[in-house]
């Protein structure tokens, strides 16, 4: 299956390197970059597959909740946003993780989630900053993270879930083309 060329390759440290590029040489510009999520550390608010929209900010501008992107050792993280940046750096944690994450030195933020691709309006409550919707998937997450079979029964839900979206979009996208092919 072919990876969609509009989706930021990041899966190397070569691919992580030119993501934070792009993030960084935006400047004012607020560049922004598609990425596929690949971890299970954000569940319930992001998931295996989803594809996100990140955009270039500055760390002054990102509040406790937010989820952002950071760079650390070639890895690219999407995680929660807990500290404020300080002279000694920033934490964040993943919502299915048992802790935070090392310190993040300052300069490794890149940008900040503000849709999954797919969604008609902004990132929902879910995956932001409502208080109410960050508890509530922080604690899921303590429960996908310290249960291995609810975190399995969720993926796997998950996965049928998508698996059935995809068909009847396939199926739709068919019956389309079968109704042109009449029309003609």
Known sequence: MMEDPAI??????EGSALVADALRRSGRLRQSVR????GESMLPALWPGDV???????????????????LREGRLFLHRFLTP????GFLLRGDSMPGPDPRFPPGAML???VRRVGERRGVA??????WFAVKCC??????????????????????RRTASARSLR????????????IGA
């Open 8 to 13: 930021a390759p990041c899966w190397s440290a």
């Open 35 to 38: 990425l596929r999520v690949h």
């Open 52 to 70: 996100v929209e990140i955009a270039s900010c500055s760390p002054d501008d990102v509040r406790s909740g937010e989820i952002v992107l950071a």
């Open 85 to 88: 940046c300080k002279p000694s």
């Open 111 to 113: 940008g900040r989630l």
């Open 125 to 130: 409550a879910v995956t932001q900053r409502r």
């Open 138 to 159: 922080r604690a899921l997450g303590a429960l996908f993270c310290h249960c291995g079979s609810a975190r399995r029964l969720a993926l796997k839900l998950h996965s």
């Open 170 to 181: 396939f199926a739709g996208a068919a019956t389309d083309a079968s109704s042109a092919e």
